[in-house]
């Protein structure tokens, strides 16, 4: 079956750190693969995505994803982490010609000053 | 440009009644989504809208429905409203098709006392 996993409910860092959000994906096939992120009481905000090409994608707000054929993965990261980059982060992908974006369960992001 | 608008902000109904969202799109975008976000379920979904006509629709009983208008806003309709259909109800719209990113509006929140 086609899905995508995100293994974290939440992940903790230091202001200053870098941070890494998790996202592995199960397809047939070459997926869309998608960063949003929803702060609290707002819809989904599109943050980076990869279709082809390079590896490593640069999105809003300092964020980047390396995308891993080998290891199905999309991790989101970002080098150096703010207090207002804490919130959900859903990873999401569209399977070729389905047009049906499939969600991550999300991982709340906890920035602590 | 003004982004994806969904109105009304809030709804609370009682069971067995009948609600109804809607959903203006990002100009130029033609397509529309739906999706549920509930409490401990993560994002569902639910119907998929281009050029008037229902595409695709996600895993929810008949009396989720909706419609697309000839300006491409939408509306969904919830019918017999069940207890468990309170949650978050997101709609994005998207221009074409393929690998352009879906753009998400802040939602209703749906309570069904």
């Known amino acids: 079956a086609q899905s995508v996993a995100q293994p974290e409910d939440q992940v903790n860092v230091a202001e200053g750190n870098p941070l890494t959000v998790k996202c592995t994906y199960s397809?047939?096939?070459?997926?869309?693969l998608f960063w949003y992120v929803q702060y609290p009481n707002r819809g989904l905000q599109f943050l980076l995505k990869?279709?082809?090409?390079?590896?490593l994608v640069k999105g809003s707000y300092g964020f980047e994803a390396e995308f891993n054929k080998s290891q199905t993965s999309f991790h989101l990261k970002k080098p150096s982490a703010l207090v207002s980059d804490s919130a959900l982060y859903f990873c999401?992908?569209?399977?070729?010609?389905?047009?049906?974006?499939?969600f991550g369960t999300g991982t709340r992001l906890q920035v602590f000053p | 440009e003004a982004g994806v608008t969904q109105s009304p902000t809030h709804l609370i109904k009682t069971r067995g009644q009948q609600a109804t969202l809607r959903c203006s799109p990002i100009?130029?975008?033609?397509?529309v989504y739906w999706y549920q976000q509930a409490l401990g379920l993560g994002l569902q979904f639910l119907l998929w809208?281009?050029?008037?006509?229902?595409?695709n629709r996600g895993n929810f009983p008949p009396r989720f429905s909706g419609r697309q208008f000839p300006n491409y806003s939408s509306e969904l309709n919830v019918n017999a409203l069940e207890l468990e259909d309170s949650a978050l109800y997101l709609c994005?719209?998207?221009?074409?098709?393929?690998?352009?990113?879906?753009?998400f509006g802040d939602g209703t929140r749906l309570s069904i006392l």
């Open positions: 994005a719209s998207r221009f074409d098709r393929g690998n352009q990113p879906q753009h």
């Open positions: 397809v047939s096939g070459n997926p869309y």
């Open positions: 990869y279709i082809t090409g390079d590896n």
């Open positions: 999401a992908v569209i399977f070729y010609n389905t047009d049906k974006l499939i």
């Open positions: 100009s130029g975008h033609t397509s």
């Open positions: 809208y281009d050029e008037g006509e229902e595409r």
